[in-house]
């Protein structure tokens, strides 16, 4: 079963990464992978400050651990699955950046932004809800710049979301 659902990933992952891999999105979609590497999330302590002020010290301490879960699950799953990366698996294919570990599932990215903006809409404000295209896109990025298979993003989206959703 693993093998049919590899040879399904591995041909959408090469009608996204052979379209967009070579035009100009590339660009946008290294700006769109980077902005999910961290830096961004620290950006959570002065909206929940501003926006919900008296539940700032219990919100964030929900946030700290369901960040910790997150990162927890993602390294237990990624260990487990082993799963090898779209160079390494598909011989004619070259990633446009480096990857920061070996194995591809889940997109740790995609489970980071997902918590983000799950965690921002159900624990603070529904505003954010149109935060879930960036989160979206932070997962075809990672497609595009030939590091995960879309399989990946899928299961790291879901982990995520899970965990946000738990935490709450």
Known sequence: MFETIQAADSKLFLSVFSK??????????RLIS??????LYFLLVPIIFLIKPQQTNEILLLAILGFA??????????????????PEYLDSIESLITASDEFSLPSGHTSAAFFFVTFLCVGISPLFIPMFLWAMAVGLSRVILGVHFPGDILAGAAVGSMLALTVI
Request: no cysteine.
């Open 34 to 39: 980077w902005s999910a590497d961290g830096w």
């Open 20 to 29: 967009y891999s070579i035009s100009s999105l590339s660009k946008t979609a």
């Open 69 to 86: 879960g997150e990162r927890l699950i993602y390294f237990m799953l990624k260990s487990s699955f082993k799963r090898r990366r779209p």
